[in-house]
């Protein structure tokens, strides 16, 4: 490039466009409350990384009202992203939703709840807010018999990160036969 007499290699020219205040935007934070900074610089800002923060609107379950023991069970469900920002299908903390089932041999005590690590449903895609996804959850059954169980569903923010929501996840009460 010539200006005036004198002459800039391109590769200058590009560095001082790039370099030029309004030519670029951080799309990242420095850092994200709560994590350390070589999580948070992987982690794009729009996207929810705080569990406390999903919200979730339910739609258009289909379950059954009867689970054979032991066997897993597809449960399909519709979900709405009622929260400010994205959720990730992939990369460090993707959302997920899993689910356990509380109680089941109503001791009342947190012993004898049944987790679920293995299974989980999936986003096919990121999900921006006010936007809604089908989730299919497989869903192992109790091995005992017994009416009346309550299975559990929440979202959770899974990887290295903080885990679980804090929301009031959704409830069914299903038989197991």
């Not at 001082?16 to 994590?35: H, I």
């Not at 807010?129 to 929440?154: D, F, S």
Request: proline share 10%; with cysteine; hydrophobic share 40%.
């Amino acid at each position: 490039m010539k200006r005036g007499g004198f002459r800039l290699p391109a590769a200058t020219v590009l560095l001082l466009v790039a370099a030029s205040p309004g030519c670029w935007k951080e799309d990242r934070p420095a850092a994200v409350e709560g994590q350390p900074l070589s999580r948070a610089a992987s982690i794009p800002f729009e996207y929810e990384t705080r569990p406390e923060n999903i919200r979730v609107e339910y739609r258009s379950i289909e379950m059954p009202s009867e689970f054979p023991a032991g066997k897993v069970v597809e449960v399909k469900f519709e979900v709405r992203n009622a929260g400010a920002r994205s959720w990730a299908a992939s990369g460090d903390l993707p959302l997920r939703f899993g689910y356990h089932w509380s109680d089941p041999e109503r001791t009342g005590n947190w012993d004898s709840i049944i987790w679920d690590a293995g299974n989980r449903g999936h986003l096919r895609a990121d999900l921006a807010p006010a936007g809604e996804a089908a989730v299919t959850l497989p869903v192992k059954a109790p091995a005992k018999p017994n009416r009346g169980y309550k299975l559990i569903i929440a979202p959770l923010l899974e990887g290295s990160g903080p885990g679980w929501t804090t929301e009031v996840p959704y409830v069914a009460t299903v038989d197991v036969r």
